[in-house]
């Protein structure tokens, strides 16, 4: 079959069923000479009239009919099949894989996540856990979610949480043992949880803010971890004091278990922020997730 068959058939089956070149030239957008010369060239070609014309009406022949009644419904046929293509596309449904720290997934990504992705059986994610400042493009991630102070200025950024500032703390028995510094460069002379940080494998150092002036403190001890939560543990059975975020610590603090030092210079952080390359078509799946995550509070 030649690719203006399909055109013609397709041309035939809209005449036949309107019975009229008038209403059918109207449904396709063409006028009545241009379709009526192309059923002339599908008769000519099949060897057989198809449609019997008067100047009131129009109706197919016994072939026309036979035609008409075999291929019309497998044009339906294919025509539902698209429809359901189409559908498909825009139902949400695939993989996101998002990279993040193990602070953004228990506070800010998962809770918001979980409320939603049970309507979305068709929806799967990824998350990919680390500390680490991941290149999403070349490690095939959707997106990434970061302190909005960290992300590439070529990347689209959306804002996924408000902003929150880390606090250094002890138990009151390390406290006790070696007192409480009270300028970040009396860090250097206690016993900190170090964090190692994954994509350049040193440690971060500490960054600290009063009154306009910055500074970054390389801190040292027995212990580093990768992980915030294990860090709690550590510095609530005294191996030093630790620089964690302050949602994850605040009963503790309440509780008395862990004291705050260096309040003063603990500054909030631009909150987290999930981002992906602006030259990426967003896919129903992604939408749903950015729709999820989106702050709609304060900042």
């Known amino acids: 079959m030649q690719r203006e068959d399909v055109k013609d058939l397709l041309w035939f089956l809209e005449v036949a ?6 209403k059918a030239a109207a449904n396709l957008g063409t006028s009545q000479s241009t379709l ?17 014309r008067t100047t009131r009406s129009v109706a197919t022949t016994e072939a026309g009919e ?6 019309a419904p497998r044009f339906d046929g294919i025509e539902a099949d698209l429809t359901d293509l189409v559908a498909f596309r825009e139902k949400p449904s695939g993989t996101v894989r998002l990279t993040l720290s193990d602070h953004a997934l228990q506070t800010t990504v998962w809770p918001k996540l979980a409320r939603v992705l049970a309507g979305y059986a068709d929806l799967k994610v990824e998350l990919y856990a680390d500390n680490g400042m991941r290149n999403i493009v070349e490690e095939r991630f959707d997106a990434g979610v970061r302190l909005g102070e960290s992300v590439d200025k070529d990347m689209i950024a959306v804002r996924i949480g408000p902003d929150w500032r880390l606090r250094a703390v002890a ?6 043992a ?6 970040p460069q009396d860090l250097v002379g206690h016993v900190c949880i170090n964090t190692r940080q994954a994509t350049w494998g040193g440690f971060y150092a500490w960054e600290f803010e009063k009154d306009g002036r910055e500074l970054r403190v390389r801190v040292d001890g027995q212990l580093s971890f990768n992980s915030s939560i294990v860090q709690i543990d550590a510095a609530l059975n005294g191996y030093g004091i630790a620089y964690i975020p302050e949602d994850l610590v605040e009963e503790h603090i309440a509780a008395g278990k862990l004291q705050p030092v260096l309040d003063d210079w603990s500054q909030p952080f631009t909150g987290y922020h999930l981002y992906y390359p602006s030259r990426r078509q967003m896919s129903p799946a992604m939408a749903v997730v950015v729709d999820a995550l989106r702050h709609r509070g304060g900042a």
Do not use: C, M
């Not at 009526?36 to 060897?47: P, T």
């Not at 036979?66 to 291929?71: A, K, T, V």
């Not at 070696?178 to 300028?183: A, D, L």
């Open 66 to 71: 036979r035609l008409f009644r075999s291929i």
């Open 36 to 52: 009526s010369h192309a059923i002339k060239q599908l008769e000519a070609r099949l060897g057989v009239r198809l449609l019997t």
């Open 178 to 183: 070696y007192g409480s510094p009270t300028t």
């Open 17 to 22: 069923k309107e019975q009229s070149f008038t």
């Open 171 to 176: 138990s009151p028995k390390y406290l006790a």
